[in-house]
């Protein structure tokens, strides 16, 4: 299996711009999370999803950001307007139904730097 | 608010000796607490877990102790070696939330040769 796949995995873009980061899950998971990554938060969980429908977003920063999924093999986390305090690492990952929380697979991240 | 509280923030250990890296949890509904590694430009990947049920589990190099008592666990690794330097994460879920996990902040593991 290819597992998480995320792109890109870098970016930088200035303050102001929307960036979309895209991610698709391991074929037959049906559990999608995004968290992202600091050095002063450590691990956080935005939004995750089940069968394509979010089940808690309650980690979502603001307005400023949207996470959909389209189908069960795509997803997307936008942030427009892009800050600089949303420079990160953004990993998406995926899980297949039934192993409660135990084979959860991460991405390789996207590396956002908002200048 | 942070559910689980991990220590050390940085550790450094000589070749061949033991890695113990701590971690500490309030809510008692948790019941599944695996550990991560991560190594620089990867993901965070599925290292040992445990549920509450046992005091410790093994895996090769790799030991949690868990003391449900206290609500806190811990990873061992023994005979550590420099490929072990990565961070380590630890987390706990809760089974009416299937799926989210709660992490501690990491330990940055370094591992002398």
């Known amino acids: 299996d290819a597992g998480v796949i995320q792109s890109p995995r870098h970016e930088v873009t200035e303050m102001g711009q929307e960036v979309t980061l895209r991610c698709k899950p391991i074929?037959?998971?049906?559990?999608l999370f995004w968290y992202r990554q600091t050095m002063m938060r450590g691990l956080e969980l935005l939004i995750y999803?089940?069968?394509?429908?979010?089940?808690?977003d309650s980690g979502m920063p603001e307005d400023r950001f949207s996470a959909k999924m389209p189908n069960a093999s795509f997803s997307t986390l936008k942030i427009q307007p892009s800050e600089p305090r949303d420079s990160a690492v953004y990993f998406c990952?995926?899980?297949?139904?039934?192993?409660?929380?135990?084979?959860?697979?991460f991405g390789e991240g996207s590396w956002l730097t908002v200048v | 608010q942070q559910q689980v509280k991990q220590s050390p923030q940085s550790l450094i250990v000589q070749k061949g000796g033991i890695s113990i890296i701590n971690c500490a949890y309030e809510?008692?509904?948790?019941?599944?607490f695996p550990w991560y590694q991560q190594f620089p430009g990867k993901g965070p990947a599925l290292l040992i877990a445990?549920?509450?049920?046992?005091s410790e589990k093994k895996e090769g190099r790799f030991t949690i102790s868990f003391n449900k008592s206290a609500k806190q666990f811990s990873l061992h690794i023994m005979d550590s070696q420099p490929g072990d330097s990565a961070t380590y994460f630890c987390?706990?879920?809760?089974?009416?939330?299937?799926?989210?996990?709660?992490f501690g902040r990491g330990t940055q593991l370094t591992v002398w040769p």
């Open positions: 990952a995926s899980m297949p139904t039934g192993t409660g929380g135990s084979s959860i697979y």
């Open positions: 074929s037959g998971h049906d559990y």
């Open positions: 999803f089940n069968n394509n429908v979010p089940i808690d």
């Open positions: 809510n008692t509904a948790f019941d599944y």
């Open positions: 445990i549920r509450p049920d046992v």
């Open positions: 987390a706990a879920r809760r089974g009416s939330t299937l799926g989210r996990l709660y």
